[in-house]
C-alpha cells in the first residue's frame, strides 16, 4: 500500500468499503504547496474512481469515501455502470434502444442518490460508464486509465452489479498513470 490513508490493519479498516489501492503503482504526480522556507514541495495527489450502485451501504461508504478523499486533497469520481446492448440495423429493432435508454436512466438515478450521499460536493465527479456486459473489469480499468486514477473502490460489493469473478479481476489489475 502506499504512504498514509489506508491502514495495513484489516481490523481497523472500513468493511463498508471494498478498496482497490494501486496508488503503490502510480509514479509521484501532485500539486505544489508551499513550504515554510518557500520553495514548493510535491504532494502526492490520488485520484480515487468509486463503481457505484445505490444501496444504504454504498451511501455510507460514498460518504465517508468523500469526506477522506477531500479532506486529503484527492479528486473522486463515482461510476454509475449500464450494461448496454448493441443496436441492431433492422428497421423495427428498438428493443435495444429501449433497453439501453431504461439502463442510462437508471445509472442517472444511481448517481442522482450518489450527489445527495455526498451532500452536493462539487469536487466529485459523476459519470455513467457503458458497457456490453462482458468484461466489465476491462472497461472500468480502462476508464480507470482514461480518467488517470490511482486505485478503484466498489462502494458496495454486494449491491455493485459484478460477479465475484469481475470482482476478483478488479483486485488484481495494476493502474499506471
Not at 21 to 45: D, I, M
Request: hydrophobic share 35%; aromatic share 4%.
Amino acid at each position: 500500500m502506499s504512504d498514509g490513508t489506508r491502514t495495513r490493519d484489516r481490523l481497523d479498516h472500513n468493511q463498508e468499503l471494498y478498496l482497490l489501492s494501486y496508488a503503490h503503482h502510480v509514479p509521484p504526480v501532485g500539486r505544489r504547496s508551499q513550504s515554510s522556507s518557500g520553495f514548493g514541495t510535491l504532494r502526492r495527489v490520488h485520484h480515487t474512481l468509486v463503481i457505484y450502485r445505490g444501496s444504504e451501504r454504498a451511501d455510507a461508504a460514498l460518504r465517508e469515501l468523500a469526506r477522506t478523499v477531500t479532506e486529503g486533497g484527492g479528486r473522486l469520481t463515482v461510476l454509475a455502470l449500464a450494461v448496454e446492448e448493441p443496436v441492431g440495423r433492422g428497421c423495427c429493432d428498438t428493443r435495444s434502444v429501449l433497453w439501453n435508454g431504461f439502463q442510462r436512466e437508471f445509472a442517472h438515478d444511481d448517481l442522482s442518490r450518489a450527489r445527495i450521499a455526498i451532500e452536493h460536493d462539487p469536487g466529485v465527479r459523476l459519470a455513467v460508464l457503458a458497457h456490453s456486459g462482458r468484461r466489465v473489469s476491462e472497461a472500468v480499468e480502462r476508464e480507470a486509465l482514461r480518467r488517470g486514477a490511482s486505485e478503484i473502490v466498489i462502494a458496495d460489493p454486494r449491491a455493485c452489479g459484478l460477479s465475484r469473478r469481475e470482482q476478483r479481476r478488479l483486485r488484481g489489475l495494476a493502474l499506471a498513470a
